[in-house]
Structures are given as C-alpha cells and as structure tokens.
C-alpha cells in the first residue's frame, strides 16, 4: 500500500507526522535490514501481526521470535498512561500487553534495540542508520535543530505523532455509522450486539464498552483493564524451541504478564484487555496466538469451564471465573456475536454497503 493513499501526507512540507510514517515504514532501520514497525503492525493487518501462520511474532533474525502475537496499534493512542486505580483496586492502561511502558514514545522506541525483533546493537546504531536515510534532512525542518544533530527522542517522537493520526483511529466501521444513523445492522449483527452487551448472556461489554461515552466519545471497545482469562499454554508456539539465548528457559517458560511489570502475584496470567476495533483483522488471537479464528474465541469463553477440548490455563491462579467459562451460548448465539464483531472492521463504504 502506498504511503500516500495511507495518511495523504506529503514531504513537501515535512511534519512529525508525515517524517514518522516514513520511519514506520522504513525496513532498513533493522540489522540486518528488513524489519520496520510496520512489519507486525501492518496496516492491512489491522495494525497487527500480518502473518497468520506463526501463533507469535518473527523477528528480523528468521530463527528469533517473541513470546507473544503482536497486539494491534488500532487506537492505541487512547490507551491511559499505567496506573493503579485505588477505587477499583486494579491496574489500568499503558502499552504493550503487560503494561510494562506508559506511553506511545516508549513503546515506539522497544522494538529497535529488542534482539528478537529489530535487533540493533544500541540507539546509537539506530541513529547512524537513520542518518542515511534519504529522509534524514527533514529532522531539521521538523524539530528545528538548525543543523543540530537529531536523536532517538525526535525519531520515537516522530513515530509515535503518525501513530496519534487519523490513519491509527479512523472510526469508519460499520459500527461507528450505525451508530451515526448511516446505516442499519442486519438482524443477524442485531442480536450479535444484543448478546455482546446482555449482562445475563455474552456479557463481551463488561470489558469491551460498546456504547458512546458520556462526552460523546465513539466506543474504544477496551476498558483498558487486565485480565487471566484462563488461555491455554500453547505448545505450538517457535518461541519455545528457539535458542536458549533468547529463551533460557524453554518450554518452562511461562508468561506472568501483567504479574511481571508489577512484581505482584496477584497479578500473574493477567493481560490488558484488547480493542475490539479491526478485531477480525488481526489473527490469531490472545497473548500467545494459541486461538486462529474469531469464533474459537467466542466458544472458548463460552465453554472454558464445561467443556475438556480446552487445555488448562498457562497460569493456574487469578482466573477470571465471574466473567466467563460458562456463559451458556448456543452455537447460533457464538455465530451472531461474532458476526457483530464483524461490523467493528474500519473502511466500510456506506454506498457499496461492505468494507
């Protein structure tokens, strides 16, 4: 997909944001060359993981990949900044899906040193190949440095403004024009959202809000909360297998998540819990990929609890077992919410009444 159809933003008169989407796209700020941020967060892909056949994300190297399925950037500019919330007695936004960075610079800036996904030596070898960028001279038009050097803050800066535009947060699904009047759901979407929002069935909205807020803010389908939803190890992840230095603990090793930036037990298995935005986009699902269609997720909080095909959860303690496991859906009912998630896809045309 080209630049220009994406954002509109052009290099005649550079800004933050126009200079942050070349570097989002740029493969050679990698070593070796050939990963950019847009390698797991493409824009086809939701803003997530574009290959469907790995349950985790592949690094530059092809043998190093991470322990987790690449979360989407679809509205991640909403994302609180990490905090306790004494009231509720729980932990609330931040990036990535343990939380461990509080804003957008920070998680902009992760992946370039992470030797299992950009690689670099250091920011400093990051900074030289941006220097050879062909872009480079716009640093000082940008940010003014009137032939001063540039730095990782001007380029994380840069990244995470285009990741603050229009094109991260577009609220152009079929949703967001039913909820305009624009458009009307079909019975099918109907009862889908129904079931989404019916506290006694489906129940999706006690975690994914689907109404307009108070401000009149369209819906982010995430509270921003953490949660062990009880997801089964997944033993087919190339994580587990790949060497030792990237993984010392091997097939041992187990994602406390939330549990891991907080240093409380009490938080171990927990994970933030995700947009419903471009949902059907980004496949496979939950922090370890372990789940390859929408409708496997629906049946698994459908069933978690009464049903034996599901392997018992990676970390035992803190399940959410109020929530879900046994919401008592029929297979139609699974169908119907899924095909309301369905309707929170971005790009629908309203004329031709599709995406």
Known sequence: MLLATLSGMGSDNPTAASLGEKLYFDTSLSDPPGQACASCHLPGAGFADPDRELPVSRGVHPERFGSRNAPTLSY???????HYDK??????????????VSTLE?????????????????????????????????????????????NMDHVVNAISTFQRSRVF???????????????????????????FNDEKKGN?????????GEDGSPPLFTDYTYDNLG??????????????????DGVEAIDTGLGKTTGRPEDNGKFKVSTLRNIALTPPYMHNGVFATLR????????????????????????????????????????DIVVFMETLTDGYDVREGKN
Request: hydrophobic share 35%; charged share 30%.
């Open 169 to 195: 947060r577009p609220f152009t699904s079929k949703y967001d024009y039913y909820l305009a009047g624009k458009v009307a759901l079909t019975e099918q979407e109907k009862r889908g959202l129904e079931l």
């Open 204 to 212: 999706c909205a006690a975690c994914h809000p689907s109404t307009v």
């Open 87 to 100: 009231e509720e007695d729980l932990y609330v936004g931040g990036q990535f899906l343990d939380g461990r």
């Open 106 to 150: 920070e998680q902009a800036r992760k992946p370039f040193t992470n030797p299992v996904e950009m690689a670099n030596a250091d920011e400093a070898a990051v900074i030289e190949r941006v220097r050879n960028a062909p872009y480079a001279a716009e640093f000082d038009a940008v940010y003014r440095l009137e032939g001063g050097d540039f």
């Open 296 to 335: 496997e997720v629906v049946d698994f909080y459908n069933t978690r609890d009464t049903d034996k095909k599901w392997a018992p959860a990676e970390v035992l303690e803190n399940v959410n077992v109020e929530e879900l496991g046994e919401l008592k859906l029929t297979d139609a009912e699974v169908d």
């Open 231 to 248: 997801v089964p190890f997944n033993s087919s992840s190339p994580f587990y297998k790949q060497d030792r230095q990237f993984n010392p």
């Open 76 to 82: 991640a500019m909403y994302s609180p900044p990490f």
